[in-house]
């Protein structure tokens, strides 16, 4: 029974709004045939703010079929229209309106909202921009014209627009979307500027807080951008602003907090391969020499012929001292680049820990051959293998050869004591006795109490 009754009372209530309807509309063509454009006019309004559009647009085609001429008639066709999802009619009767009241802004935002529904975003924009003409201080158009090129990523012109309406509201969205803006087309210096604005006046804003750390690593201010990253969740960044996150740190001497972006990079994407050579030499850097060798296979596995990492993977195998490990790696990176010095050098220093003599003789005197010219740059290298070479000729009483070697040493650690007592020694073996003396001289003068120098100089009678 009760059911009943609502479905009794639900259909009076269809009855007599059709009833009404119907009422309205004859009232509405009753005034039309009477001339009362105006009350006809009014009508229809009713018809339209109620959604009523199909006796809306009953009336409102009668009244243009009769030339009435009234700016509302063309605007509620145009009201109907849209309503009625006709975006073409709907903006063809604005535009009668709007020839009828250029300075109609109302009209022109109508207008603007229906071609940008439709796609026709450039018709749209020139509407909001007419807006503007004739209203500077409109901020709805600004926004609602940067929004437009936004979405269309015409960046450029939508971070005008967008200065433009914070010079009247500074809204969170438009500050997010105006260094977004600017980051987009690269122009740095702006992004951060409204991004930092920006957070002043919104903290936290993470939208804000990426534009201010992308911006900061585009204007090389590394440590804003190391701030801005960590406040970044990590779910928030993509594998490019890990990396960069990463980069920040490295050049900041943060290696610690940098390889941990680094790993995450490689986490997220193992394919990051350019990264493998960074990673490896932080590591190195910091000693932890186990996971830079990891890094350089990592990098060897993609890049076989990579001879930077299998030279680096020796100094890293070498300062663990497994100098086997060492060995491989530098004959490998030697077997790709002969030519390099460092390469040549710790090879030499593997063998010299291996016990391997000629081997290590063999390789120090490539190394000096490479040095040639470059002898500023490598000094204590020089030296290093000077000593080695002059040192085992001199062991093994070979004098002529070891001269050459440990005259060079002089060149760079003058007043060594050692090396001069080997020196005249060395001459005193050959039988050139002047010379022999003359060294023997030297070493006393750096030296009063050599008992070496006394000894020889005795026996040469010249004590």
């Known amino acids: 029974m009760k059911k009943t009754a609502l479905l009794f009372i639900g259909t009076f209530f269809v009855l007599s709004f059709n009833v009404n309807a ?15 454009y105006s009350k006809a ?26 030339n009435f001429s009234d700016i509302k008639l063309f605007e509620y066709l145009g009201d109907t229209y849209s309503k009625m999802n006709v975006a073409e009619n ?6 009668q309106a709007e020839a009828m009241d250029s300075l109609n802004i109302q009209l022109k935002f109508k207008s603007a909202e229906l071609l940008s529904k439709s796609k026709k975003y450039t018709d749209a924009v020139n509407k909001y921009l007419k807006v503007i003409a004739i209203d500077p201080n409109n901020k709805t158009a600004y926004l609602k014209a940067a929004t437009i090129f936004y979405s269309a990523k015409l960046y450029a012109d939508a971070a005008v627009m967008y200065e433009k309406y914070l010079g009247i509201d500074q809204s969170q969205e438009a500050f997010e979307n105006i260094a977004k803006a ?17 957070l002043v006046k919104y903290p936290g804003d993470a939208a804000l807080t990426k534009s201010a750390a992308i911006a900061s690593f585009g204007l090389q201010k590394f440590e ?33 907090i940098s390889i941990k972006y680094f790993e995450k990079v490689i986490a997220k994407d193992p394919s990051q391969s350019s990264l493998f050579m960074e990673m490896a030499n932080i590591y190195f850097r910091n000693k932890d020499n186990e996971r830079a060798v990891k890094y350089y296979l990592a990098k060897i596995k993609i890049d076989p012929n990579y001879e930077l990492a299998y030279r680096y993977m020796g100094f890293a195998n070498f300062a663990m001292e497994k100098w086997d490990n060492a060995r491989q ?23 010299s820990q291996m016990d391997s003599t000629q081997q290590a003789s063999d390789q120090y005197i490539r190394s000096l051959k490479l040095s040639e010219g470059k002898e500023r740059q490598y000094k204590d290298e020089i030296y290093g293998a000077n000593f080695f070479l002059g040192k085992n000729a001199y062991d093994k009483q070979n004098y002529n050869a070891a001269l050459p070697y440990l005259k060079k040493i002089l060149q760079f650690k003058s007043g060594d004591v050692g090396t001069t007592e080997m020196i005249a020694i060395c001459y005193h073996q050959l039988q050139n006795y002047d010379e022999a003396i003359k060294w023997y001289r030297a070493v006393l003068k750096l030296n009063p109490k050599s008992e070496v120098a006394k000894k020889g100089l005795r026996r040469l009678s010249a004590d």
Request: charged share 30%.
């Open 41 to 66: 006019l009014t009508i229809a309004k009713e018809f339209i703010d109620s959604n009523n559009t199909t006796d809306a647009l009953r009336l409102l085609i009668q009244l243009r079929e009769k």
């Open 329 to 351: 790696a530098f004959l490998k990176a030697k077997e790709l680049v002969d030519t390099t010095f460092m390469t040549n050098y710790w090879l030499a220093q593997t063998y």
């Open 90 to 95: 709907a903006i063809i009767n604005y535009e």
């Open 224 to 256: 804003d951008a190391g701030k801005y990253y960590s406040a970044i969740p990590d779910s928030q960044l993509t594998v490019s602003d890990l990396k960069n996150a990463g980069k920040a740190f490295q050049m900041i001497k943060a290696d610690s």
């Open 182 to 198: 600017f980051r987009e087309i690269k122009n740095y210096e702006k992004a951060y500027k409204y991004a930092v604005e920006g």
């Open 22 to 36: 119907q009422s309205s509309v004859a009232d509405g063509e009753k005034a039309i045939k009477n001339k009362e």
